[in-house]
């Protein structure tokens, strides 16, 4: 991977001047949305982003934890809208569309694999190659010339560091390792993976909300924070005019696609005042780990920690080092359908024997990583992120949203998608359909 200084040529507003431009832009859609209340929703500058509500189609997701597909037990799975029914067979796995060429069936209802590397079909036994997915035979029409002719999709599967992968997408598929994080497959480091989660949000909110420099108020109100009493900011907001700086891009293979920012350098904003009206006194407002502690204190215990980098990774994943202490985290917000999210979301810490590594993949990475970062800290990333599903959902919040200074560098991340994808998902792709409604009308024009 390459790190590249911030480019203008990019056109993922780096520089100075693109940070200006999207500080007018921001302005210009919440002009937008005051005087013409009435408006088209008009094309924004990350057009494609905001079409990519199943997501980026091309790239290799994960869909399982290796641990959950055992031998003899397919397990069904929505990814981008396609369902799929992930197979292990020995030291072989396959994922094949989880729907019968036939009438549709989803095989998953009733799987059926009665012969090494095929799945039949369990209401009229058609029977298709796992590999290939084309039809191999039809046990109650044996003579059937549909035997050898193309049935269901199969998708390349792939298993690393306990997790299995599929490519969504059309033709050959790159290879897997340019689709993942950085120093997720450094060898000293284990990983501890937490069980799947689905949230109630599009993955594009969820991804948002791990790179927005706004929303470690959230955070005031974790458990981990309240127990342990360590402060947290309203935001590590980078200072106006330098939020392009903040931002390391990462443009040139091998690796995927994506760039890192370093909280610490950022302004960290513990207490605010909230002025009062007719005369009333100003209310001073302090973070409830911040009270008690001068400026001074809580600016050393920032500058003494290992300093936390947060990168984005095409086409979903985000990665946190040194969070906490210096363990280091993944996690997939995989798109399922236009309204759910897959959180894959792992810890990782270097080991130095194999018996530390063992220990970590089981209950201490449960009791030093799972319990309080996922239970008692992204709990609150997850209610945010669902909690605002709903405006993005029916409301025209894509459109509607009102944007502030921190905000420039989620319109950062956006333009970086819409300019970089391989491709989109559609819900027409994702079902492979043409969605054209035959009617009996246009039946007989068609005559
Ligand atoms: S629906 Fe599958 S064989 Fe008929
Ligand atoms: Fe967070």
């Given amino acids: 991977v390459t790190i590249t200084e911030p480019q203008k ?58 641990k959950d597909l055992v031998d003899g037990s397919p397990q069904p799975v929505k990814v981008l809208g396609e369902e799929i029914l992930l197979v292990r067979k020995g030291d072989k796995l396959y994922g094949v569309e989880d729907r019968c060429l036939h009438r549709g069936a989803r095989f998953s209802a009733r799987p059926l ?74 060898e000293d480091v284990t990983y501890h993976i937490a069980e799947l989660r ?40 980078a200072k106006k005019g330098e939020e392009h700086m903040m931002v390391d891009y990462h443009v040139e293979g091998p690796g995927p696609l994506g760039f890192t ?26 973070a409830p780990g911040a009270v008690g502690r001068t400026n001074e204190e809580l600016d050393a215990l920032f500058q003494g920690m290992p300093p936390i980098r947060i990168g984005i990774w095409m086409p979903c994943v985000n990665s946190i080092e040194n969070f906490p202490g210096t363990l280091t985290g993944y996690e997939w917000l995989v798109p399922v359908d236009e309204n759910t999210t897959m959180c894959v979301t792992i810890g990782g810490k270097r080991c130095a024997t194999p018996e530390e590594s063992e220990a970590w993949k089981g209950e201490q990475g449960h009791i030093e990583w799972k319990v309080p970062v996922v239970d008692k800290f992204i709990v609150d990333d997850d209610f945010a992120r669902v909690g605002v599903q709903k405006f993005y959902e029916d409301e025209d919040g894509w459109y509607r949203e009102r944007m502030y200074r921190p905000d420039i560098e989620i319109t950062m991340l956006r333009k970086f998608f819409a300019n970089n994808a391989r491709g989109i998902q559609t819900r027409e792709k994702a079902v492979g359909s043409s969605r054209r409604r035959v009617s009996s009308e246009t039946a007989s024009e068609n005559k």
């Fill in 261 to 286: 920012r370093t909280t610490k350098e950022g302004e960290y904003l513990f207490e605010a005042t909230i002025p009062g009206k007719d005369g009333k006194p100003d209310t001073l407002y302090k």
């Fill in 113 to 186: 694999s009665l012969s090494e590397d095929t799945i039949t079909c369990w209401y009229h036994t058609w029977t298709y190659d796992l590999e290939d997915g084309r039809i191999r035979c039809i046990l109650n029409d044996p003579d059937s010339n549909l035997a050898g002719k193309p049935g269901i999709r199969a998708y390349a599967i792939e298993e690393r560091r306990g997790l299995i992968f599929a490519y969504i997408g059309d033709g050959e598929p790159p290879a897997l390792e340019g689709d993942l994080p950085p120093g997720l497959l450094d």
């Fill in 9 to 66: 040529d990019l056109d993922v507003a780096t520089g100075a001047e693109g940070a200006i431009e999207i500080e007018r832009e921001l302005a210009d859609q919440t002009r937008d949305y005051v005087e013409r209340p009435e408006r088209d929703l008009r094309r924004r500058p990350w057009q494609t982003y905001i079409d990519a509500e199943l997501g980026m189609r091309g790239y290799w997701y994960p869909v399982a934890r290796s």
């Fill in 198 to 237: 689905m949230i109630g949000a599009n993955w594009r909110l969820a991804l948002e909300n791990s790179f927005d420099p706004g929303h470690h108020f959230i955070h005031n109100w974790s458990p981990l924070v309240i127990e342990s009493g360590f402060p947290i900011t309203f935001g590590y907001v």
